[in-house]
């Protein structure tokens, strides 16, 4: 069975959780963060689920960053990769129509979101949520926001004109881009209004894999 190592309520975690789902692989998940545990963030005073700091785990992965899978043998971290490696191995034909270009709309949105809709995400969730207050900086979070609207801005103008982000059908390339978008949207924040963003969002809610890793609220912002 496919082992994973990662936190339900880490993104990069997430993506590999949906595209198992999507995939019909069943996999087997052992809980490892150096910076959450049960009781939410570190920065809050519970305890980290660990394993990222042991041997065993920093020989597979030697960043010692979550997720990380080992496939009957084969080792590979990078959420991304994981999830084209999962896609390729396990459903070609339903994650990109077995078609290479699809595949490479997919790799090319998932690094888009990495780049571009990541990083403010990132800054946005400690500066609103994760840091104590007094720790915190609003101009940090304004600017983060901005950033994070100005990639929005360019999911929303696709959208306008296809109903997934690959074209005409869900693919691999909605997975992590997906993710965040949920995220965003449950941040307490202002935001311009995306009409074509919110109507793919909510296609994506619909999803099994979406509803069993995605959706459930503890997952994020804890
Ligand atoms: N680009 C890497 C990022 C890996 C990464 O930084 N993962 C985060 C979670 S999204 C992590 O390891 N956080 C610290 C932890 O939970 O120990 C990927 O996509 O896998």
């Known amino acids: 069975m496919l082992r994973i190592w990662g936190r339900p309520t880490s993104t990069c975690t997430m993506r590999v959780l949906w595209t198992c789902?999507?995939?019909?692989?069943?996999?087997d998940l052992t809980l490892a963060s150096a910076t959450m545990g049960a009781a939410g963030h570190?920065?809050?005073?519970g305890a980290a689920f660990g394993v990222v700091d042991t041997p065993a785990y920093r020989a597979m992965n030697p960043n010692g960053t979550i997720p990380t899978i080992d496939d009957g043998g084969f080792v590979l971290w990078e959420s991304n990769a994981i999830v084209g490696y999962v896609a390729?191995?396990?459903?070609?034909?339903?994650?990109?129509?077995?078609d290479a270009r699809r595949f490479a709309l997919g790799?090319?949105?998932m690094g888009w979101e990495n780049e571009h809709l990541e990083p403010p995400?990132?800054?946005?969730?400690?500066e609103l949520v994760r840091l104590d207050p007094d720790r915190r900086d609003a101009s940090a979070a304004e600017n983060a926001r901005q950033r994070a609207i100005d990639a929005l801005q360019v999911l929303d103008g696709v959208l306008t004109r296809q109903p997934y982000l690959a074209g005409d059908r869900f693919s691999m390339a909605d997975i992590p881009t997906g993710i965040g978008v949920h995220r965003w949207l449950?941040?307490?924040l202002e935001r311009p209004p995306m009409p074509a963003l919110e109507a793919w969002h909510e296609r994506?809610?619909?999803?099994?894999?979406?509803?069993e890793h995605v959706l459930p609220a503890d997952r994020h912002l804890g």
């Open 21 to 27: 789902a999507e995939a019909g692989v069943p996999f």
């Open 42 to 45: 570190v920065s809050r005073g």
């Open 88 to 98: 390729q191995t396990y459903a070609p034909a339903h994650l990109f129509g077995a």
């Open 107 to 109: 790799m090319q949105w």
């Open 121 to 126: 995400l990132h800054t946005l969730v400690m």
């Open 186 to 188: 449950l941040l307490d």
């Open 204 to 211: 994506l809610t619909t999803r099994r894999g979406f509803r």
